[in-house]
């Protein structure tokens, strides 16, 4: 992350004043008297332009202050608040002319802002993410938006949209805003549960803030432009203000959050509890997106109309997803519990049992042998001058060398024996039955045969050699 200059930060105290004060203009102005409806679409619709403007030139300036994903996630904000500033300067220019249709090109503008966010949002996930992490994070995403949107369609926007007189592309364009809007909004409340070490922080609370705002504005937009009563220039406008200014906000804290004292210490708290509040909303709210689903289903079954079919279909489409999120996270339980006992057990650079697990099958080992009147030779093992090989080719030359001298050593034993790195160039190995001290002796010669073999490292040829020292248990069968 680039430091930013005091000019810079200057530069963009200065936009967050404006942006603040454009702001509280349009509140003022909603609650004026008005003397023509003209004046106040025509005024009302120009305010929105400043507001756009100045947040994306904060988002802009975000961009020069990260790297990486997050770079490119802000590089999306500031392209998704630039279609919105275009898409709405269109409009004002249509409502300037007296020439406002619905659908328009400025709906276009308008409309891109969500897919540039989505895209944004995305930029800053975890990278490498286990795939059964990343499966469960679309399953979660596509649970809890198609449990929101049947709440959404049956409860708010149905009857609208039954009631509209409009054509149905005109309605299909209306409807793409809140749906765009909850999309967003699923997409953010999942992704921030599911990687909320990276959503831990006060600029991307402000994002999902601002979204909701939007998702408020859109809802009631959606309902005025059905029935043909939309103005320009209303006091709801100003929720749409309002979550602009909350994303500009982000974009003037983002990478300087810490400069502030009040945005560091509120950053700080939400870093703290941000990470619980997380894990309790991901083990239940996909159960709860399922339950509402359910309930929605009752509620139509017992009393049909004509939203009936599609809350059905959705709902079983929401449950059978939640049956198949419930058996991947029983296999990813599985799995990690799997992966937790290999490396309780297994040394990590070779891939051989370390030195509690050889303990413990090695107890078992001597007891079956002692029971049985069964000899069990064991060998230490370590390497002639690896200190050398470490000193002069590296240590990751060395750790190259340790994975191909335990690959040799688990070739040349039999099935059955046991082959353990105790640490650093030590080895062991065990064997299960052996008749007598000469036939243990035969084995090592031969482990060491398989050693001592030419290594390349760093363009030279490198010979290693072992030493090995052996006992027979019982000590009276050597």
Known sequence: MQEPTRTHYRIDSLLLGALFLFALAQLVFTQLPVPSDYLRQTVGTLIFIPVYLVATLLSFSAISRHQDKRKRSWTFYALALLSLTVGHGIYTFLVYQNAVTFPSWADVGLLLFFPL???????????????????????????????????????????????????????????????????????????????????????????????????????????????????????????????????????????????????????????????????????????????????????????????????????TVVTLLALLRQGLMQLHSYRMQRELDRQAKYDALTGLMNRKYLSERLSVLLEDARRNSKTVA??????????FINDVHGHAAGDMVLRTVAGYIRASVRQGDLVARLGGDEFVIVLAEVQDAAEAGRIAQRILQSVSRSLELDRQDLSVTGSIGITLCPAEAG
């Open 117 to 315: 966010m989505y895209a944004g949002v995305v930029q800053i996930r975890e990278d490498a993410q286990p795939p059964a992490k990343a499966v469960l994070t679309v399953l979660d995403l596509v649970i809890v938006l198609l449990a929101i949107a049947v709440g959404y369609w049956d409860l708010i926007l149905f009857q609208d949209w039954q009631g509209s007189t409009l054509g149905v592309w005109q309605r299909a364009v209306a409807l793409a805003y809140p749906l765009a809007n909850l999309a967003l909004f699923a997409l953010l409340t999942v992704l921030s549960v599911w990687n909320s070490r990276i959503f831990s922080s006060l600029r991307m609370m402000l994002i999902i803030l601002g979204t909701m705002c939007f998702l408020l504005t859109h809802t009631v937009h959606y309902a005025q432009i059905m029935h043909g009563t939309y103005q320009p220039g209303e006091a709801l406008d100003f929720f749409r203000t309002l979550g602009i200014v909350a994303i500009g906000l982000a974009g003037f804290l983002s990478g300087r959050t810490h400069r502030i004292r009040h945005a560091a210490r509120l950053d700080a708290t939400i870093i703290r509890y941000w990470p619980r509040i997380a894990f309790a909303l991901r083990e239940t709210l996909p159960y709860v997106a399922v339950t509402f689903s359910i309930y929605m289903a009752l509620v139509h079954f017992f009393k049909p109309d004509a939203a009936a079919n599609g809350v059905m279909i959705a709902t």
């Open 378 to 387: 064991v060998m230490f093992m370590d390497l002639d001058r690896f200190k």
